[in-house]
């Protein structure tokens, strides 16, 4: 036969420990239910170590005999002051269950208006079908699990009750497949709960370990060393002290209370008998009286560390403690998931249930997503912090880098043969020490080629084979313009016809149309890669995003692209189709300055020999003006127009090499890329938002049921954090 639970006298030495305000805020703080680690009691140790007997001395309460139930998962007991009487038994589900099973439990409620063991005896059957567990010592159930994760709650309410919360969590133990049918596995799930509960910082374990066990070799105990390394939340509690006859048990304890390994102590406590089912509560407090009166306790009794009302009392003072000085890190953390969850819900933004508001909300973001595209164009990099949080989406400066890279890749390699006359300077790089130096442009390509495999959407714009440049050959020039010359002139006198240099110039600038193309490829990827992160940025709601991506943006940003592919065709074939044409006074001056330097070079190469005939003590000096006479007259025609095609070749060449660079930039790269109407950045915009119809604003920014939850959950979970710090802040 239960115990009848007294709802007075038993629990008046537990009014101390809940009649403070720091209690009664960690017990309104439970009540909201905004799962923060609130000040609380569990009890931990072996099975049959005497802990259910030791929760009903703290608690008042007793759970019905022979049910077995309690031990098989976590209970709270919450023993909160309210004029009606009241028992109410609920479930609270494990985190790792499916929604379905999380709401089957949580409807799980139970109230009892008085103790009645009968009746609760067939709440805590039902909880545990509920719970999908062993029921009772039913054989049809020996299938199922015998433990869970899930807790029940046990609320006692009533006039005379204390603001306090007791865990009990099942026994640890060593022995499986016994006739209860426990397992390895079963033996490991209840270690991890039961470590799950010491690890919290504002819990005070009590360690409850039999007398005539030796602490030393006690797991439980280990395991509370690991969990409170300070050991300023553990109190060791020795039960079963009406089992100790020994003098050397006796001596033992003794010096166990005097000087044991946990900081915080042990306490003795006589746990209720086997053949005592019938006592009240307070016959058993008589009854631990009298035991530790006895003159073999007397001195172990004087330290004062014996008997459930020192541990009640020592209790008061921990628990005490703990939430006062758990109080500022509660707060702080309620705090700390307030502003996120407030940040989350500004994310989210407000709730979208028509076209009004979906038009509202998605116009706001295209808005955002313009600004920052604009201000990245423009290079107003201090205008938004989010360039210096997320420097890839520093566009401008990328792209004027790859022009530069384009500009010097064309100078260096964009010719198919070297020309005559080119000095080493012109063979090198450009660029002076004090420019930035533009990385090698293949390199930059091909990585381009390479990160484009991971977008599939570029899969079409993007070649199978990698970017090659080699660089200009050494093959003499004139030989092929002699070639070419004896291949292609016509009945012109000491000039060459006009096919000349069309076919000339298409042969030396062949490879600037893969050079091209490689260029406003790699800036497509850089462009696409900016408008993915900036699209990430300012859309976090993913589905919203992906939806954007595919009703709208895919499509468009091919489009923008293949056009600006199309507009690089075009000009290479205006370069390489048409008969070369310039108004640019550049290439007069780069004829004549090349044909200077062809005079130059053949008036050096005479003074030279003159000064080696000189050095040679020859009497005779080179007559220059005589020798450059019969070098001219020498020359035949076939040699003078090849000199000149090549002087008129490399002065266009020139000419058209930095005309073409800067159209390219121009027009392929700004203004069907950047800048322009049809710019891939110019797509997502306000005014866009503003002609869709109420079926793609739906579709697009109409939220989901996942989404709703999420609002919904959301806004509990605000709701009840503003509560929380109400409470703490009171």
Avoid at 20 to 40: A, F, N, V, W
């Amino acid at each position: 036969m239960s115990t009848p639970y007294n709802k007075t006298k038993d629990l008046q030495g537990l009014d101390s420990l809940g009649n403070h305000i720091y209690l009664e805020k960690q017990d309104r703080l439970r009540d909201i239910g905004i799962d923060i680690q609130t000040s609380q009691i569990v009890v931990v140790g072996g099975q049959s170590s005497g802990k259910s007997s030791l929760l009903e001395l703290l608690t008042g309460f007793a759970f019905p005999r022979g049910q077995g139930l309690c031990t098989r998962y976590a209970t709270q007991i919450t023993l909160r002051r309210a004029s009606v009487v009241s028992i109410v038994v609920s479930i609270t589900p494990r985190n790792d269950c499916d929604e379905e099973l999380k709401a089957e439990l949580r409807e799980f409620r139970r109230e009892l208006e008085e103790f009645d063991p009968k009746e609760l005896g067939m709440i805590i059957e039902d909880a545990a079908i509920v719970m999908g567990i062993r029921a009772g010592d039913n054989k049809d159930d020996m299938s199922l699990p015998m433990f869970s994760d899930d807790i029940l709650k046990v609320e006692i309410s009533g006039p005379d009750q204390p603001h306090l919360t007791v865990i009990d969590v099942p026994g640890l133990f060593q022995v499986t497949g016994d006739a209860g049918g426990t397992t390895e596995l079963d033996k490991t799930m209840v270690e991890r709960m039961v470590k799950r509960y010491m690890r919290n910082e504002r819990t005070i374990v009590l360690a409850v370990v039999p007398c005539l066990s030796d602490p030393a070799t006690e797991r439980i105990l280990q395991m509370a060393k690991e969990a409170d390394p300070a050991g300023v939340r553990t109190i060791g509690v020795l039960t079963k002290a009406d089992l100790v006859y020994e003098k050397a048990v006796l001596s033992n304890l003794l010096k166990q209370v005097q000087s044991g390994t946990l900081k915080l102590g042990y306490f003795i406590v006589r746990n209720r008998g086997a053949d005592e089912d019938d006592l009240s509560i307070d016959q058993c407090k008589l009854k631990e009286r009298e035991l530790f009166l006895k003159p073999q306790w007397s001195e172990i009794n004087r330290i004062g560390r014996t008997g459930v009302e020192a541990l009640r009392s020592e209790l008061q003072t921990l628990l005490m403690d703990l939430a006062k000085r758990e109080l500022p890190k509660q707060k702080a953390e309620v705090l700390n998931r307030l502003t996120d969850c407030l940040e989350k819900q500004k994310e989210m933004g407000i709730a979208r249930p028509d076209a009004v508001t979906q038009r509202e909300y998605l116009t706001k973001h295209a808005s955002k997503f313009e600004r920052i595209a604009r201000d990245a164009l423009e290079g107003r990099y201090g205008v938004n912090p989010i360039f210096a949080e997320e420097p890839q989406l520093r566009l401008i400066t990328k792209i004027i880098s790859l022009n530069e890279g384009f500009s010097d890749l064309m100078w260096r390699k964009g010719h198919l043969r070297n020309f005559e006359g080119s000095t080493a300077k012109e063979k090198t790089k450009r660029y002076d020490a004090d420019d930035s130096e533009p990385l090698e442009y293949e390199e930059l390509a091909n990585e381009a080629h390479s990160a484009a495999l991971s977008y599939p959407e570029l899969r079409n714009v993007f070649p199978n084979d990698n970017f090659e440049c080699e660089p200009p050959s050494n093959d003499p020039i004139m030989e092929h313009i002699g070639h070419c010359y004896r291949e292609s002139r016509g009945p012109e006198l000491g000039t060459f016809g006009g096919s000349m240099l069309p076919i000339t110039f298409r042969e030396q600038a062949r490879k600037w149309a893969p050079i091209a193309n490689a260029h406003v490829r790699t800036v497509i990827l850089t462009v696409h890669c900016f408008i993915k992160q900036l699209l990430s940025t300012v859309f976090v709601d993913e589905r919203m995003r992906d939806e954007l991506w595919e009703s709208v943006l895919h499509d468009a940003l091919i489009v923008a692209y293949a056009r600006a592919l199309r507009k690089a065709d075009y000009l290479i074939g205006i370069e390489l189709r048409s008969c070369p044409s310039t108004y640019n006074h550049y290439f007069a001056d780069n004829l004549q300055k090349s044909r200077t330097e062809r005079m130059e070079a053949q008036v050096a190469v005479l003074e030279k020999e003159s000064q080696s005939r000189v050095e040679q003590g020859s009497s005779a000096a080179v007559d220059t003006r005589a020798e450059l006479k019969k070098m001219v007259r020498e020359k035949s025609n076939a040699e003078q127009v090849k000199e000149d095609i090549h002087d008129t070749l490399k002065s266009y060449y020139k000419v058209a090499r930095k005309r073409f660079v800067d159209v390219m930039c121009q027009q392929a790269i700004d203004d069907h890329l950047l800048n322009g109407d049809d710019s891939p950045l110019r797509i997502l915009t306000s005014d866009m938002v503003a002609k869709m119809s109420d079926s793609q604003l739906d579709r697009i920014a109409g939220e989901d049921a996942a989404t709703k939850r999420e609002r919904e959950r959301l806004d509990a979970e605000i709701a009840g954090l503003k509560t929380a710090l109400d409470v703490l802040r009171a």
